[in-house]
């Protein structure tokens, strides 16, 4: 299935936020929060303190829940989202990015907008069931979430490193 690009764009920043506090936590300082706000291409404001970084660490367990819950589950979950900070969508277009969904203002905090942004895009996944796009990674010993925009839907770690670190161990096992 292909998802809109803002939609795409929403879950792989939802996703990389969420697994920011897996160990070793890769979201600790504010030139970190600097570098997610630029690397996802956010607008709007971004006051890079503490206290912005604070919001944003807080919001990955939420998050969290809404990425791994069942349909109805994120359903209401996504709904309060929206409720909550008055959501409106509307279509914008600025820099390269052609029309997109905005469904809060661009002097709205940054933890808001990644939190609106978020149940925007899984809005795009309940309409279409495809929830099980997201999953928990299948190395055991991480909790990172998986993503999997594959068309065979094949993808089942979070990152290379735990691809890699099963493919070695089931490697060593089949040497035994």
């Not at 925009?149 to 993808?155: G, M, T």
Request: charge should be negative; proline fraction near 4%.
């Amino acid at each position: 299935m292909i998802f809109a690009h803002d939609t795409e764009e929403s879950l792989l920043a939802a996703v990389e936020l969420v697994n920011s506090a897996e160990e070793p936590d890769t979201l600790t300082e504010i030139d970190q929060l600097d570098a997610f706000f630029a690397e996802h291409v956010y607008t709007g404001v971004h006051t890079g303190d503490a206290a912005e970084l604070a919001a944003v660490r807080a919001l990955r367990a939420p998050l969290r829940r809404m990425l791994t819950s069942d349909r109805d589950t994120t359903t209401r979950l996504v709904n309060e989202t929206l409720a909550e900070h008055r959501a409106v969508p509307q279509l914008v277009r600025h820099g390269k990015v052609d029309y997109h969904i905005h469904a809060v203002p661009p002097e709205a905090p940054f933890p808001v907008r990644i939190a609106v942004e978020t149940a925007m895009a899984l809005i795009d996944l309940i309409r279409t069931d495809e929830l099980s796009r997201l999953s928990i990674c299948a190395d055991n010993a991480c909790e990172g979430i998986v993503l999997d925009l594959s068309r065979n839907r094949s993808r089942r770690y979070c990152s290379t490193a735990c691809g890699n670190r099963n493919a070695v161990a089931a490697y060593r096992a089949r040497k035994k």
